[in-house]
């Protein structure tokens, strides 16, 4: 039996990270944070004489603070995704190592896939360890467990999507600022400055046009907006002008799910483009 072959890549740079202390460090203070938000609300609860279990009040609480969570992961993935995968490569390029790596048996996909994928599990931790807050929202009744599933496979594939672009600007550029920088420029732009113009523009016209135009399918941000619309409303500042529960269209019922495959071929594309820009055996790379 052929023996499975692991992405030597990826061990590398997981172990390297886990061995340092600033990781696990991090890891719980996050934790730490979430802790204190999680009793902070209970302790709010407590004060205003709910009854645990025959409330209603208390469950739109836990609304509101799995609400705050889920925002909070997904804040850390927009701007930790592009920190970590922005170095990808160019660090290599800087340290002179890119070359020899290259030269091993391990090919540039795997080399592209490992990047990636280690810089996913770092995050993926941060997740996981907010898993028993996540489960103490699900059994107050602040989040289904559709809304949680889809909500955790929102957050994999959002940060598979933004280390795509980290990626890809890290195999562009020679250097890791220049490679970040443009990363965290091109997320902004997808993620809020879509945002701002559609609501400036459905603002500035007479009629209600309570839809998206279709490029705003790569924005994740609008995604988390259509999950939370199922299970809690948008805020009036944002459901004004988006509406995707009660819009007759097909792509705005469906946002949510054609959303994320229109973002997995963006993420595949960047994967591809990587590959071929890294690639030394490529037509042309070689004079």
Wanted: include cysteine.
């Amino acid at each position: 039996m052929k023996k499975y072959k692991t992405n030597a890549v990826y061990i590398k740079e997981l172990k390297q990270s886990v061995r340092s202390l600033k990781f696990p460090a991090t890891v719980g203070l996050y934790c730490f944070i979430l802790a204190v938000i999680g009793l902070f609300t209970l302790v709010a609860m407590s004060a205003s004489g709910y009854t645990l279990y025959n409330s209603y009040t208390i469950k739109q609480d836990f609304v509101i603070f799995c609400s705050i969570l889920f925002g909070l992961e997904f804040s850390l993935v927009i701007f930790v995704v592009p920190a970590i995968t922005g170095g990808a490569i160019s660090s290599e390029k800087d340290h002179g190592t890119l070359d020899i790596l290259i030269a091993t048996s391990l090919g540039t996909p795997r080399i592209i896939i490992g990047k990636l994928l280690s810089a996913i599990s770092k995050l993926m931790l941060y997740v996981i360890s907010s898993l028993p807050i996540l489960a103490l929202v699900f059994t107050m009744g602040g989040a289904s467990l559709a809304t949680l599933v889809k909500y955790i496979l929102l957050i994999i594939l959002t940060a598979i999507y933004i280390g795509s672009f980290g990626i890809l600007m890290s195999v562009i550029y020679r250097k890791t600022s220049t490679a970040t920088a443009i990363t965290y420029i091109w997320v902004m732009f997808i993620t809020l400055g879509t945002i701002f113009i559609t609501l400036i523009s459905n603002m500035l016209s007479l009629t209600d046009n309570r839809f998206l135009n279709p490029i705003f399918l790569l924005n994740p941000v609008v995604t988390l907006f259509a999950l939370l619309d199922v299970q809690i409303g948008l805020p009036d500042v944002i459901g004004n002008y988006i509406e995707f529960q009660n819009n007759t269209d097909f792509l705005m019922k469906n946002w949510f799910s054609i959303s994320l495959i229109t973002q997995a071929v963006i993420t595949i594309i960047n994967i591809s483009l990587a590959n071929h820009i890294l690639n030394p055996f490529r037509c042309g790379a070689r004079k």
